[in-house]
């Protein structure tokens, strides 16, 4: 697997759309690196880029956007609310996919070295990439900002880690380094006063806030939230003040939890929170972790679609006050997924039946089984989440939202393998189509072979495996679910059943051409007793339900 690291580079530049495409084409010249999100902010005059790649060709990119931006962005005459010194203001790298830290702050480092050597840009590292922690912070880094680097720079304390000890008056200077990934976040207030911004700020903020002791010596008192910087300002394209936070470690701090921390503050200084706004990207599970905590305070079934946990986070947090939010363009899972991958699960219904009716051998049975195995879990789903609801069931409704959860599980896993079956087959057919001329085209082309037609007995049997075990929340269900939709929980049975007992076909009949009989003898043995208890649960959850219709 190739290493990837994500690069979000702040530019002092927000309104000038034109400017900002030259730097963001710079990026986009180079192989190998995807342009994903780029949000300008007229009233920070910023704009926060982000793109990923192998690190080689990010940190060329990285290079050559910063480059240019000294030669467009004149820091003489710059104005924002945001803390900026530079051009290119700060430039972190984030390892992604296959790449430690350390690696990442080595790459950092590189570009570091390499802008202040080449471009004559005062250049200071941070976090990770920094090995001096006395100057690691960002935001220790950058007090002064730009009016006041002039004379900081001349302080032996604070002379570059790269390039020039003179402050570039119109390029300023730039921050590099490696570190965690951080979610930029502003959340809206119904006050234009800084003032009172910031008390909350310095409320919720780790740093807190400095306050003078009766004996005259100065105290710091932290704030209420851990990994969170966090300063107030006033928008006038917005005519509001807002909290302006980077979550630093979202594990510690989610987004949700921020949000509802800042409304308590808020409320207890007569101000009222009316929105939010993420700025860049974040990642999936910050939105579906919000969407689950809201719907909790609720009391409300956790267990419902993906798309349907981000409208709920969306609406709860005021996502959208200031701006659409377009969860393809702000997710970071949705923008770097291979839409080819779930080709199928994305066609309507009448589409799938049309492509699996036509003379293309696939979709077939592997894909079919795996989708009427999703049916099941999600029949199963909607029961629990019915029950969930139910009226007089109040006190249950977190035991059957745990089901409900259980259930959206599996109908995911099965709906993701409905194309990993298809791309199974594709595989065959590709190795089957290599070339066979010399010995060494025809080895090649049969371990090929091999390696597909593994895979292939390798996604039946995880439809089976997945299918089978979402007959817990259908017997459940069936058991004790609400009695009105006992027959759905009967339907999605079958449906387990049958997914079962079709994938297990396509185990036996790709294990037929497959080599490593051990391996052969293994599986058929599993799937036999997967395939068995299946039809002995599926006996049980009918009788259940023929039981309680009664007729």
């Known amino acids: 697997m190739q290493p990837i690291i994500e690069c979000v580079p702040n530019f002092s530049e927000g309104s000038d759309l034109a400017l900002i495409k030259q730097i963001t084409d710079q990026v986009e010249t180079v192989e190998g690196v995807r342009l994903l999100n780029v ?3 007229k009233a920070t005059n910023r704009t926060v880029v982000t793109f990923v790649g192998h690190p080689e060709a990010v940190i060329e990119a990285a290079f050559l956007a910063i480059k240019k931006a000294g030669e467009l962005i004149d820091m003489s005459k710059h104005k924002g609310e945001h803390p900026r010194m530079g051009a290119t203001d700060v430039c972190p790298l984030i390892p992604i996919a296959n790449i430690s830290m350390e690696e990442t702050a080595a790459f950092a480092q590189r570009l570091a070295k390499r802008v202040g050597e080449e471009l004559a840009i005062p250049v200071y590292l941070y976090e990770a990439a920094q090995p001096n922690k006395e100057r690691n912070n960002l935001s220790v880094i950058r007090a002064g900002e730009y009016e006041g680097f002039f004379k900081k720079i001349k302080q032996p304390e604070w002379k570059p880690d790269f390039g020039p000890a003179e402050f570039d008056a119109k390029r300023g200077g730039t921050v590099i380094g490696a570190r965690d990934f951080l979610v930029a976040y502003n959340i809206n207030l119904n006050t234009t006063s800084t003032r009172r911004a910031n008390a909350i700020a310095f409320d919720v903020r780790e740093a807190g806030r400095k306050l003078k002791k ?11 939230l851990k990994s969170v910087k966090a300063i107030g300002w006033y928008i006038e394209e917005y005519g509001i003040a807002q909290i302006s936070m980077n979550l630093t470690n979202i594990n510690i701090t989610p987004v949700h939890i921020a949000f509802d921390e800042i409304c308590k503050k808020a409320e ?6 009316t929105g939010s706004e993420l700025v860049g990207l974040v990642p999936l599970k910050s939105l579906t972790d919000a969407g689950k905590y809201f719907l909790k305070k609720q009391q409300r079934s956790t267990g419902v679609s993906e798309k349907e946990l981000i409208k709920i986070a969306v609406k709860s947090m005021g996502l959208d006050e200031l701006g659409p939010f377009k969860p393809e363009e702000r997710i970071i899972e949705y923008l770097l997924a291979d839409k080819s991958a779930s080709k199928l699960v994305s066609m309507q219904l009448t589409a799938f039946a049309d492509e699996t009716a036509s003379e293309s051998p696939a979709p077939g049975g592997g894909s079919i089984a795996a989708y009427v195995g999703s049916l099941g879990a999600a029949l199963a789903t909607m029961v629990a989440n ?3 609801h139910k009226k007089g069931w109040d006190e249950r409704w977190e035991e059957f939202s745990n089901w409900a959860e259980k259930g959206e599980q599996y109908k995911t896993e099965l709906l993701r393998l409905v194309d990993q079956d298809t791309n199974a087959f594709n595989q065959i057919m590709t190795a089957f189509g290599l070339p066979k001329s010399t010995d060494a085209e025809k080895a090649a082309r049969t371990k090929a072979i091999q390696e597909a037609t ?6 039946p049997f995880k439809v089976m495996e997945s299918a089978y075990g979402s007959m817990e929340v259908i017997k459940a269900m069936a058991e004790t679910g609400n009695p009105n939709s006992v027959s759905d929980a009967g339907v999605g049975a079958l449906c387990a059943r049958t997914s079962v007992m079709g994938a297990f076909m396509n185990v036996r009949i790709n294990a037929a051409g497959y080599n490593d009989k051990e391996f052969v003898a293994d599986i058929l043995r599993r799937g036999r007793e997967i395939e068995n208890k299946t039809i002995a649960l599926e006996s049980e959850i009918l009788n259940v339900v023929n039981g309680k219709i009664g007729n």
Not at 268 to 273: H, L, N, S
Not at 454 to 459: Q, R
């Open 214 to 224: 009766e004996n005259g010596e100065m105290e710091t008192v932290p704030g209420t």
């Open 39 to 41: 949000d300008p902010g």
């Open 386 to 388: 019915l029950s969930s």
């Open 268 to 273: 207890a200084r007569g101000i009222r929170v």
């Open 454 to 459: 593994k895979f292939a007995i390798e996604i």
